[in-house]
């Protein structure tokens, strides 16, 4: 039988116990997925243990695999699983981790550079999860807001990019419980963050990673990120952030926070490594014979001409035409789809043009390898929401070090 053949096979007879534990607002093919890479990389199911014990389900799914022939031992399963994925993981991994508001995986992929497997994952956006699925070969779990905590497999990691957007002063929800835990203030409640909070509380990983926008740090005047710091603390982990700008390793001005946040008994305190050296330039990412699709039209290059000229005068914006290509880019972010201001390429002759979605898998550290969504919009939100994948692979590098 060929590869995709017993995978198939694997499906049919695992899809109708998994539908038994598919949450609301998943597929089923999330814990299938899990499932199968659970085998594979020799880790924790993803089930409800109040209905049943973890061990004894993995147990009986390994049994039915090893009746009808599909399991003989876990390098061949690994290889059955994991043979046709871009980005796999190593079969023997020094750590687990979760990836929570997952995107396309570009957290996932530098901890995995660092020697880690991932053992569960969480994004809703329906376009997010086809690009992870396709690099990653795992369909993330859907809503974390309607995930029983207590369901998520046990791991080492926890790894959140949660949205920008988090204490946007909106409706209060049933998460307002974690967020009464640690005596906050209506404004701060109802928020995804009290989501990555309540996993920490009951799964108590040896680490938490954050990243989020710069602006964390100053928002609402520091009172977010107090609030973020005294949680974390509140929980048993010693809290440490560093703001990293990512131009010395990719050719984008991308300035992030990251916090990283260990489990108070381990007794580490963490140092951030030191990101030095020379900002990149963009020319040296960028590709040959681009498409004319991507040349921006005379209205939409007259729009940004004319804001340009606005902003010089106000002396507030961006206040270059293009894009300086013996300089790193500004930040892409997800809105870049929509009028391109964060970086146009001259061009002779023409207007300017967009990156392509190869370079701005590029300008995010992305190897060449990963399949980028071929519709442009999707792809411009996907790769500005994301991460620059080597800073997350030396900040996993360090982590790892500490011998966590
Ligand atoms: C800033 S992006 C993180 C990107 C990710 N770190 C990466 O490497 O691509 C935040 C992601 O959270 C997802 N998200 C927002 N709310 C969510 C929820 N309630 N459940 C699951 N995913 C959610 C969004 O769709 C978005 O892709």
């Known amino acids: ?55 004894k389900l993995k147990k009986s ?3 039915i695999l090893k009746e009808n022939k599909l399991f003989t031992d876990r390098t061949a399963f690994f290889q059955t699983v994991f043979g046709n994925v871009k980005l796999k993981p190593k079969k023997n991994a020094s750590f687990r981790f979760i990836d929570l508001f997952a995107g396309i995986g570009g957290v996932r992929l530098g901890f ?3 020697g880690g497997t991932c053992v569960f994952s969480s994004e809703y956006d329906k376009a997010a999860q086809k690009t992870y699925e396709e690099n990653h070969g795992e369909f993330p779990f859907g809503d974390i807001t309607k995930i029983d905590e207590n369901t998520i497999p046990d791991h080492d990691y926890l790894l959140a990019g949660f949205p920008c957007q988090p204490f946007s002063h909106a409706g209060v929800s049933a998460r307002n419980a974690v967020g009464k835990k640690h005596g906050f203030l209506c404004d701060t409640e109802g928020t995804l963050f009290f989501d990555v909070m309540r996993v920490v509380d ?22 977010t990120f107090t609030t973020i710091k005294n949680a974390i603390d509140e929980s ?20 992030r926070c990251y916090i990283v946040a260990i489990r108070k008994d381990l007794g580490v305190t963490f140092a951030f490594p030191e990101f030095t050296g020379p900002p990149l330039a963009l020319k040296s990412i960028l590709e040959n014979d681009v498409d004319d699709m991507y040349t921006i039209s005379d209205k939409l290059w007259q729009g940004h001409i004319n804001r340009t000229k606005r902003n010089v005068e106000r002396g507030t914006g961006f206040t270059a035409y293009t894009a300086d290509l013996d300089k790193p880019s500004n930040t892409i ?11 146009l390429i001259p061009q002779s002759c023409k207007n300017p043009r967009m990156l392509t979605q190869r370079e701005c898998a590029r300008l995010q550290g992305f190897p060449e390898t990963f399949v980028c969504p071929t519709s442009r919009t999707p792809a411009y939100r996907q790769f500005g929401n994301s991460v620059v994948v080597p800073v997350i692979t030396k900040l996993a590098n360090k982590i790892k070090m500490e011998k966590l």
């Open 202 to 223: 009951a799964k108590k990983p040896k680490i938490i990673f954050l990243e989020n926008v710069r602006n964390l740090e100053r928002h609402d005047g520091g009172k």
């Open 1 to 55: 039988m060929k590869n995709e053949e017993v995978i198939q096979r694997i499906e049919e007879l695992v899809v109708p116990i998994a539908m038994q534990h598919t949450p609301e607002g998943s597929e089923v093919k999330a814990v299938v997925d899990q499932w199968l890479h659970a085998i594979a990389t020799d880790s924790d199911f993803y089930c409800d243990t109040m209905k049943v014990d973890r061990i």
């Open 112 to 114: 995995q550079n660092a």
């Open 61 to 63: 799914v390994v049994k």
């Open 236 to 255: 048993g982990y010693n809290f440490s952030y560093k703001v990293i700008d990512a131009s010395s390793v990719v050719p984008q001005r991308r300035v």
């Open 333 to 343: 972010v997800a809105r870049y789809g929509k009028d391109g201001k964060e970086c």
